[in-house]
């Protein structure tokens, strides 16, 4: 199956009271584990890729390559939607002209008049090349690419005049933030959520930061509104615990055990685990 956007996956799950979650990839094992588990479990996914993770990957064309090569090479029926995350005005447009089918526009930092601008042209370009777009309001904590956010609530007002323009999905900050969160954190903010979901109706909402968040939040976080949940550092922990296992024990060591195809299977099945555990919480299993 060709690479899809998220509208069809993100409207379905919003009726159906699940999420579906956004994988980020950082390299081709990566990948590989996401879209095997996903196909495993028949369970739609969102590939995210942060503009950092690209230009690690050397740049969109090879990850579309990469991804459009995987999905034939791999027989992987169900949907896979290829997604830009955080991105700027200008790996927007990058995004677009290299093939990804859905694109995050963040311009929560931009004064809202100049977000509201800039995704308004970003809609209309979508909307004409059938992609799906997803725009933030109220920046999301923690440190992503070198960029540190606060964790702010969104303005549901502000939620709602964003929806509006015609965006597939929409980014909410509801004190989620990236990366692990700090043993003093206050949890999600459910008023805020409840008041957003009020005004923006059908919209799926999105939570990033998705990663170490108690599982009775997540489901709660659903159940109000919430049809798509981002997942980033999960994996890489679980990739990293399972390398320094393996290291440890001194396989890499024995026989062929440097081989990078030894080397980073660990790492590579504890993705495949991680995402498996997410996608049963979030409810997506079987509903490809
Ligand atoms: P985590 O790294 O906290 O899982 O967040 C991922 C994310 O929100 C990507 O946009």
Request: proline fraction near 3%; include cysteine.
């Amino acid at each position: 199956m060709a690479l899809v956007n998220a509208k069809e996956m993100l409207t379905k799950a919003k009726e159906g009271h699940y999420a579906v979650g956004q994988f980020n990839i950082n390299n081709l094992e990566w990948t590989k584990a996401i879209l095997l588990t996903a196909q495993e479990l028949n369970s739609p996914v969102i590939l995210g890729v942060s503009e950092g993770a690209g230009k690690y990957m050397c740049g969109y064309k090879t990850i579309v390559g990469m991804v459009n090569g995987m999905i034939d090479e791999l027989k992987i029926t169900v949907p896979v939607a290829l997604h830009l995350d955080h991105g700027s005005y200008e790996g927007a447009k990058a995004c677009i002209a290299a093939g990804f089918s859905s694109i995050m526009f963040d311009g929560s930092h931009y004064p809202i008049d100049e977000n509201v601008a800039k995704t308004t042209e970003l809609v209309a370009i979508c909307n004409e090349k059938n992609l799906s777009i997803e725009a933030e309001v109220g920046s999301i904590g923690g440190e992503e690419d070198g960029v540190v956010g606060a964790g702010e609530c969104a303005d549901p007002n502000e939620c709602k005049m964003i929806a509006d323009l015609g965006v597939t999905m929409l980014a909410a900050g509801i004190g989620n933030i990236h990366g692990k969160y700090p043993d003093n954190w206050q949890g999600l903010n459910f008023d805020v959520l409840a008041d957003i979901q009020k005004l923006t109706g059908k919209m799926p909402l999105v939570l990033h930061g998705g990663s170490g968040i108690p599982e009775e939040m997540v489901r709660k976080a659903i159940d109000l509104g919430v049809s798509k949940v981002n997942v980033n550092t999960e994996c890489q922990l679980a990739f990293a615990a399972a390398t320094r296992k393996y290291i440890e024990a001194g396989k890499d060591t024995q026989g062929k055990g440097f081989d990078p195809r030894k080397l980073l299977a660990p790492g590579f099945e504890a993705i495949k685990a991680t995402v498996k555990e997410k996608m049963e919480l979030f409810g997506s299993v079987g509903k490809a």
